[in-house]
Nanobody, 116 residues
Framework: QVQLVESGGGLVQPGGFLSLSCVSS????????INWYRQAPGEQRELVAS???????NYADSVKGRFTISRNNAQKTVYLRMNSLKPEDTAVYYC??????????WGQGTQVTVSS
């Protein structure tokens, strides 16, 4: 079972920024696709950003141009840089990994709160 540990969440004012990190325990991390999801209270979990093993990226329309996903395979870490944060970005953010066989793992989540 792959362990994922997220960090970097917190309270930020609207227009501010945060950078989330997700560290994986996977032995062959470079072969994994990594996704960031978020879940707001009373809402379904939604896919925010994805990065493939070849570093191809995809974003939800709601965060395009504001969020950037990147990876450092040597450090087994994926980052989510979040700029121009809005109150509607408030949620628990989860890291998800998918191995070449399709097996998935989840982190415990990190809270992001955007409020003045």
């Amino acid at each position: 079972q792959v362990q994922l540990v997220e960090s970097g969440g917190g309270l930020v004012q609207p227009g501010g920024f945060l950078s989330l990190s997700c560290v994986s325990s996977a032995s062959f991390f470079s072969l994994y696709a990594i996704n960031w999801y978020r879940q707001a209270p009373g809402e379904q979990r939604e896919l925010v950003a994805s990065i493939s093993r070849t570093s191809g990226t995809n974003y939800a329309d709601s965060v395009k141009g504001r969020f950037t996903i990147s990876r450092n395979n040597a450090q087994k870490t994926v980052y989510l840089r979040m700029n121009s944060l809005k109150p509607e970005d408030t949620a628990v953010y989860y890291c998800n990994s998918v191995d070449p066989r399709g097996m998935t793992s989840w982190g415990q989540g990190t809270q992001v709160t955007v409020s003045s």
